[in-house]
């Protein structure tokens, strides 16, 4: 069974910076992709970034450029190191761990972009 829990969310002024954390159970996360999604009220989920488990990263053009991802696989730990926060990026979000075609979610930790 796979356990992701999100924490580091809270409130950042605009043009701050927050750094989320994702921390997983099992002995999957090696070898699975990990990816980060938010979600506004009233709006769909979308994917913010991902990572391979070779490392690989990807990016929503919305945040190419200030945010990153990373991960640790000594800890079974992926980040989101989030720079120059804009009022959009106001969501909740959540960690995934996708393997053999399945995806497993975190509980979501809200992030607020306000001054």
């Known amino acids: 069974q796979v356990q992701l829990v999100e924490s580091g969310g809270g409130l950042v002024q605009p043009g701050g910076s927050l750094r989320l954390s994702c921390a997983a159970s099992?002995?999957?996360?090696?070898?699975?992709?990990m990816g980060w999604y938010r979600q506004a009220p009233e709006k769909q989920r979308e994917l913010v970034a991902r990572?391979?488990?070779?490392?690989?990263?990807n990016y929503a053009d919305s945040v190419k450029g200030r945010f990153t991802m990373s991960r640790d696989n000594a800890k079974n730990t992926v980040f989101l190191q989030m720079s120059s926060l804009k009022p959009e990026d106001t969501a909740v979000y959540y960690c995934?761990?996708?393997?053999?075609?399945?995806?497993?979610w975190g509980q979501g930790t809200q992030v607020t972009v306000s001054s």
């Open positions: 995934s761990l996708v393997f053999q075609g399945v995806i497993y």
């Open positions: 099992g002995s999957i996360f090696r070898i699975a992709g």
């Open positions: 990572i391979t488990s070779g490392g690989s990263t």
